[in-house]
T-cell receptor, first 111, second 114 residues
Framework: GQNIDQPTEMTATEGAIVQINCTYQ??????LFWYQQHAGEAPTFLSY????GLEEKGRFSSFLSRSKGYSYLLLKELQMKDSASYLC????????????FGAGTTVTVRA | DTAVSQTPKYLVTQMGNDKSIKCEQN?????MYWYKQDSKKFLKIMFS???????INETVPNRFSPKSPDKAHLNLHINSLELGDSAVYFC?????????????FGPGTRLTVL
């Protein structure tokens, strides 16, 4: 089976940094995705990691350690519009059509 | 231009009715998906089609029947609706074989069964 764990909720202040952790135990690994989902809207793609290390994209960065089954999404210079749910998803095999999602982490940014 | 579109956005219906949700993508992708997101926000795959062929059929009641008339469309028909079917249903598409085959999601259809 697939086991993907994320914290349920996090709160941070505008301008601060927040790190959302994701640990996974899956039968196979071929990449990890992070999605952002605002309330009442569709998930939108943020980042993809398949090799160990840090991928930086503006204010958002994503890190992967395959040996530890661990990833994090780092949100810097938080803005109110970053209040959303952040979903971690794992693809198990290169020819696998399925993504296994974690339950998501709801981030609330306060002024 | 909307990349992945779904209709309707909201659907309120009585138990026992039959309803359909339509999905279209204009990204030229070859793979389409249906996901269900329940009240706890957990996103779970239901079906996947690649080039109109059913690839994934998770443990979903056979009251749910997907249909893909062509690569750009994947519709979901639900028979004999039950209270537990109330959820948000998301359509998504991707290009298999691409390096990341990122999935792009439609806006969702909020189904409420009364």
């Amino acid at each position: 089976g697939q086991n993907i764990d994320q914290p349920t909720e996090m709160t941070a202040t505008e301008g601060a940094i927040v790190q959302i952790n994701c640990t996974y135990q899956t039968s196979g690994f071929n990449g990890l995705f992070w999605y952002q989902q605002h309330a009442g809207e569709a998930p939108t793609f943020l980042s993809y990691n398949v090799l160990d290390g840090l991928e930086e994209k503006g204010r958002f960065s994503s890190f992967l350690s395959r040996s530890k089954g661990y990833s994090y999404l780092l949100l810097k210079e938080l803005q109110m519009k970053d209040s959303a749910s952040y979903l971690c998803a794992v693809k198990r095999h290169s020819n696998d059509y399925k993504l296994s999602f974690g339950a998501g982490t709801t981030v609330t940014v306060r002024a | 231009d909307t990349a992945v579109s779904q209709t309707p956005k909201y659907l309120v219906t009585q138990m026992g009715n039959d309803k359909s949700i339509k999905c279209e993508q204009n990204l030229g992708h070859d793979t389409m998906y249906w996901y269900k997101q329940d009240s706890k926000k957990f996103l779970k795959i239901m079906f996947s089609y690649n080039n109109k062929e059913l690839i994934i059929n998770e443990t979903v009641p056979n009251r749910f029947s997907p249909k893909s008339p062509d690569k750009a469309h994947l519709n979901l028909h639900i028979n004999s609706l039950e209270l537990g079917d109330s959820a948000v249903y998301f359509c998504a598409s991707s290009h298999q074989g691409a390096i990341t085959d990122t999935q792009y999601f439609g806006p969702g259809t909020r189904l409420t069964v009364l």
